[in-house]
């Protein structure tokens, strides 16, 4: 199954408690970290969710 890496590129602060549960989520929580998560439909949502606060790569 193909991953994604996912970076956080801006800050949580100030953002409602579904989209920071969300960056926790997908296993981030602070400017440039960077994760890698398996290309799900989930995943997929999670990421539409929080596309304004995450940069998104093929890994």
Do not use: C, F, W
């Not at 989520?25 to 969710?49: C, F, H, Q, S, Y």
Request: charged share 30%.
């Amino acid at each position: 199954m193909a991953t994604l890496k996912v970076t956080q590129i801006r800050s949580q602060i100030g953002q409602s408690e579904r989209h920071r549960g969300t960056l926790r989520a997908l296993g981030l929580g602070r400017i440039g970290k960077t994760n890698e998560v398996k290309d799900t439909p989930e995943a997929a949502g999670m990421l539409r969710k929080v596309a304004h606060l995450v940069k998104v790569e093929d890994a």
